[in-house]
């Protein structure tokens, strides 16, 4: 954050979440267009992680699930051959 930014926004509150409906893991809150704008959410509390911490977390978990489906399906997903058959993914 920037000095002079606001400390009550969505951008610093616990339940922000981009994928959530609303952006927000409270499922009735008002919809809020500037989310680095000031607001008055009577839901919001302040998180407890330091800024970016969560981008990076997310990175991980993507380029986890992306080693785990390329590990299932080989190169088929990134080059465009035939994947395996189901046989041979879904064998023990």
Known sequence: M???AYLHCCLNCRFH???AH???YIPNTEWVG???GANF???FEFRDT???EDENHSEVKREKARKAL???LGDAGATGSKPKSLDDLFKS
Do not use: S, V
Request: proline share 10%; hydrophobic share 10%; charged share 45%.
């Open 2 to 4: 920037k000095c002079g």
């Open 17 to 19: 979440d981009p994928h």
């Open 22 to 24: 609303n952006e927000c």
């Open 70 to 72: 390329e590990a299932l």
């Open 50 to 52: 330091q800024p970016g």
């Open 41 to 43: 959410c009577d839901e």
């Open 34 to 36: 500037d989310r680095k």
